[in-house]
């Protein structure tokens, strides 16, 4: 969207043989063998019951490698979280002056994080559906398209309704694998909570989970993140017992940015004050202030992984979905604010920070690295079989960073009905972007012929295009994202056409998804 004009493990029973301490287990061992030798040796040793004797250690071992093997046995948990609308550089753990990301910043220093993470696009369907499947939007499907099977003109009245037909979306293909479907069955327990409207079931993203959660989104702030948190640990808590995927979306940082005063004072950074901010610095601190309420949401659910001793044997994975313009001018033109109408790196350029069991893998991995990177992976790790037609692949091989083989590329093709009245006058928020960027290049291909070539290494702000000056460098990268793209399988059947209730339609309305905001 973008803001013209602004910007069970049973407790307290008895023990059994599969969930008593491993010393336990031996301590009773320890005492049979002893009663044993009292009784039967107790005048004179017999080979009857030496043979009795050297059975029952035998047994003994025999049961205490079981249970030890039972154990290491035992498939990890796995926790995914996105976090909705948040840009890697304004999180303390990426380096931003301000501490808006405390718990994060625990969890990276046990964990792999990545510098050069990429959306695939830059709203929150696509993305999504692009984590869950492995997928490029183009393969998938799950976006904007005047063909889709659900319609999104119930957010429309009057006269204008029938005309608005084409206002759709295509929804993730129930033929998908995902990997929810993939964890499922194999035997975890699995859960998703959404935080806001674009990660409702209607859309097909609770595909291959046990229990997806789409509750509690209350109007244009969608579900606060503690709500979010408590839903995921009721799930965790019911079934910690076995092993278990837990999804959660914090969607906090989604505008309109509303955050407490709280939260306000505890971004500035020392001697600031919102008071004294200009305009455009204090809606920046809004936004990292609603960051702040996310992470402070995800470390209490982190805080309850550890209470009941999960999180050491947990994979926990935190991926933004896509980032946030901030007032910057995007190749040159008026500051935007906002996300969903261009492919710029303040929208592109996501957290990624991945904890293994046991922590084992630690650093900062600087490769090139995108969200459909995410399945792959943990395929790979959880020895589990890769779905056929998977576009993404294995960026991290025995906790080593490698590059992968497959271009570093975004998608976006928004319906030309979104933009509201306020960008009526701005090319960039007309027509599709395609973007490849390889090296210290990006070049990005537009629907109405406003290429662009950017040295991301000399102008990381994006504001003036080479394209002219280095006009064959643009050509060939133009060739190879188009290859690229063009050769992706179609996306899968659609499920049944159906129309959005009303409240998502508001919902989305208000958020500036469906024009006229």
Not at 279 to 288: C, H, I, N, S, W
Not at 389 to 400: A, H, L
Request: net charge negative; hydrophobic share 40%; charged share 25%.
């Amino acid at each position: 969207m973008v803001a013209r004009g602004s910007w069970t493990l049973k407790r307290g029973g008895p023990a059994t043989r599969t969930d008593a301490p491993l010393a336990l287990r031996w301590s009773a061992m320890r005492s049979l063998v002893c009663s044993a030798s009292r009784v039967c040796l107790a005048g004179r040793a017999c080979l009857a019951c030496l043979a009795c004797l050297a059975c029952i250690v035998w047994l003994a071992v025999c049961a205490l490698v079981v249970a030890g093997c039972s154990r290491r046995e035992r498939k990890p948990n796995v926790v995914l979280v996105t976090l909705d609308t948040t840009r890697a550089d304004r999180l303390s753990c990426y380096g931003h002056r301000r501490k808006t990301s405390p718990r994060l910043d625990g969890l990276a220093a046990e964990s792999l994080r990545f510098t050069r993470a990429y959306a695939v696009t830059s709203w929150t369907l696509p993305s999504h559906a692009s984590i869950f499947t492995g997928k490029f939007p183009s393969s998938h499907g799950a976006q904007y398209d005047e063909n889709g099977a659900l319609k999104l003109s119930q957010a429309l009245a009057g006269a204008r309704k029938q005309s608005m037909d084409g206002y759709r979306v295509r929804t993730l293909s129930p033929e998908e694998r995902t990997l929810a479907g993939l964890l499922s069955a194999n035997g975890w327990k699995t859960c998703g909570v959404a935080g806001g409207p674009w990660t409702k079931k209607l859309f097909g993203l609770d595909l291959g989970f046990d229990v997806y959660d789409d509750e509690n989104l209350t109007s244009i702030n969608g579900r606060p993140g503690d709500d979010v948190t408590r839903a995921g640990l009721e799930f965790v808590r019911a079934h910690r017992d076995q092993p278990f995927f837990v999804f959660l979306n914090y969607f906090d940082a989604h505008e309109p940015n509303r955050p407490s005063d709280a939260d306000v004072q505890a971004v500035l950074a020392p001697g600031e004050s919102i008071a004294e901010l200009d305009p455009a610095e204090r809606l920046r601190v809004q936004y990292e202030a609603e960051i702040f309420a996310a992470d402070r949401a995800l470390g209490v659910f982190l805080d309850g992984l550890r209470e009941l001793g999960l999180y050491d044997d947990t994979w926990i994975v935190v991926v933004g979905d896509h980032g946030q313009l901030l007032g910057e001018s995007f190749l040159g033109g008026e500051p935007l604010g906002g996300h969903g109408y261009t492919l710029s790196q303040g929208e592109l350029l996501v957290p990624l920070v991945i904890k293994a069991p046991g922590s084992k893998w630690k650093g900062v991995a600087d490769t090139p690295v995108q969200q459909v990177d995410v399945l792959p992976l943990l395929c790979a790790e959880l020895d589990l079989p890769l779905p056929a037609g998977v576009q993404g692949e294995v960026p991290v091989v025995d906790g080593v960073p490698r590059a992968v083989s497959h271009p570093i590329v975004a998608e976006l093709y928004p319906l030309e009905k979104t933009v509201g009245e306020a960008g009526a006058d701005d090319w960039r928020l007309h027509g599709d972007w395609r973007v490849i960027v390889e090296g210290p290049l990006k070049y990005s291909w537009h629907g109405k012929g406003r290429h662009a070539l950017v040295d991301l290494e000399r102008d990381p702000g994006e504001l003036v295009n080479v394209i002219d000056a280095r006009r064959a460098e643009a050509q060939a990268l133009e060739v190879k994202l188009t290859r690229f793209l063009d050769a992706l399988p179609p996306p899968l059947d659609q499920g049944a056409a159906g129309e959005i209730d009303a409240k998502t339609a508001e919902e989305l309305k208000q958020l500036g998804y469906l024009g006229d905001h």
